[in-house]
């Protein structure tokens, strides 16, 4: 008996069509797909984002790479992850931001099986990256729903503007134009981001 590989198809969704889809069909969709970046917000609407384009990964790459320096010297205060890596926010959301990190209490509370899964918290530090097709009005959503989840940080890093948009629990956001660099404040103490290879 011969067996055949299914064909794959490529699915376009009209903005104003809203997929929904429960957990487990989310799981299942993700690990199928592992080449796309799926998101699932907390009403169960699907979100499909295509892989980047080159100006934007090569930022994110400047970003989690000086992320993951601090975080070798700094092991012991928490993990790190890229964007890769999907978080279940307590609100039944699946993110997946762009750099993290947790507190390594936070970490060590999880099941083995929670960590090799999509993690069951909100990070408590979160970076989102503006790409050429991303809006600002949904990023800031996200960022909105990281901080109400419990992050304690979060950055959305604007290239196209020059703009970062800070976020903190109980706190305006602080908008900071053309900085030159970032600090982890309390959240990670001792980290700073240079925007030298983020700023176009």
């Known amino acids: 008996m011969v067996q055949t590989t299914p064909k794959t198809l490529s699915l376009q969704l009209p903005h104003e069509l809203a997929l929904r889809v429960t957990r487990e069909q989310f799981a299942v969709l993700a690990a199928a797909n592992r080449e796309l970046r799926l998101e699932r917000t907390a009403t169960g609407e699907l979100i499909v984002n295509p892989p980047t384009g080159g100006n934007t990964g090569h930022r ?4 989690t790479g000086q992320l993951s320096v601090w975080f070798e010297a700094n092991d012991t205060q928490g993990i790190a992850f890229d964007s890769s890596t ?6 039944g959301a699946n993110r997946s931001p762009d750099a993290a990190w947790v507190s390594q209490a936070r970490w060590d509370g999880l099941t083995p099986e929670q960590q090799d899964s999509f993690i069951p918290l909100c990070p408590d530090f979160v970076v989102e990256l503006r790409s050429k097709n991303d ?8 960022m909105e729903e990281y901080r109400e989840n419990g992050a304690k940080l979060g950055w959305l890093i604007d290239p196209k503007n020059k703009r970062v948009e800070i976020y903190r629990p109980g706190q305006a956001v ?4 053309n900085p030159s660099h970032l600090s982890g404040e309390t959240v990670l103490p001792g980290f700073s981001l240079s925007l030298k290879r983020v700023w176009p």
């Open 135 to 142: 809006t600002l009005k949904n990023l800031r959503a996200k």
């Open 60 to 63: 994110n790459l400047s970003i």
């Open 86 to 91: 999907g978080f279940e926010l307590p609100n």
């Open 174 to 177: 602080e908008v900071l134009e």
